[in-house]
């Protein structure tokens, strides 16, 4: 299997503009997350995604920031507009549903964001 | 909500000592702890993981302990090698089927050859 795929992987944009990071999950896996990591706030869940259903979004910072899962095989993170405190690396990663336990997380590579 | 502490924030060791990162959570209702592990440039890796039924998992030279009653657990690397540098995550995860784990704010290994 390829693993999570990412794309962009580097995303450089002017405020203002919108952006949207794309994921696709490993074939098979019931569960998507999207994840921003920075060096002040560490390793933040945004939202995510059971059998492409949202289920919690708790973490999504703002209006600006949308996520979306129209299949099993693709997800996209939106922002709009965006502003310079939102430069990050993103990060998607997916599991398996394993009879009620959580399982584990596999990781796509990131999206480093800079707005500038 | 569930939250997870991880100490120490850095960590420099010579090549061949031990390293250990400790971390605490608040929801004793958490049964699920895995550790990642974070190369420059890459997204976090599991490593290692536990459930509350088991208080030991090692392997080969990496090894986590549990303490249910203390709610704290730890990552143990025996025997380190340069390719150890990285940053390692704790996190722990609510039971009853749900998936949101909550990561810890990482540790910073630095392996002295």
């Known amino acids: 299997d390829a693993g999570v795929i990412q794309s962009p992987r580097h995303e450089v944009t002017e405020m203002g503009q919108e952006v949207t990071l794309r994921c696709k999950p490993i074939s098979g896996h019931d569960y998507l997350f999207w994840y921003r990591q920075t060096m002040m706030r560490g390793l933040e869940l945004l939202i995510y995604f059971n059998n492409n259903v949202p289920i919690d979004d708790s973490g999504m910072p703002e209006d600006r920031f949308s996520a979306k899962m129209p299949n099993a095989s693709f997800s996209t993170l939106k922002i709009q507009p965006s502003e310079p405190r939102d430069s990050a690396v993103y990060f998607c990663a997916s599991s398996l549903d394993t009879a009620g336990y959580a399982d584990t997380q596999y990781f796509g590579p990131g999206t480093r964001l800079t707005v500038l | 909500g569930e939250n997870v502490e991880q100490h120490p924030s850095t960590l420099s060791v010579q090549e061949g000592d031990s390293a250990v990162i400790k971390c605490t959570y608040s929801?004793?209702?958490?049964?699920?702890f895995p550790w990642y592990k974070q190369e420059l440039g890459k997204g976090p890796q599991l490593i290692i993981d536990?459930?509350?039924?088991?208080g030991e998992k090692k392997d080969q030279r990496i090894a986590v302990t549990l303490n249910k009653t203390a709610k704290h657990f730890s990552l143990h690397i025996t025997e380190t090698q340069p390719e150890d540098s990285a940053v390692y995550f704790c996190?722990?995860?609510?039971?009853?089927?749900?998936?949101?784990?909550?990561f810890g704010t990482g540790t910073k290994l630095q392996v002295i050859p």
């Open positions: 996190a722990a995860s609510l039971s009853g089927g749900y998936q949101k784990v909550t």
């Open positions: 536990i459930r509350s039924n088991v």
């Open positions: 929801d004793s209702a958490s049964n699920y």
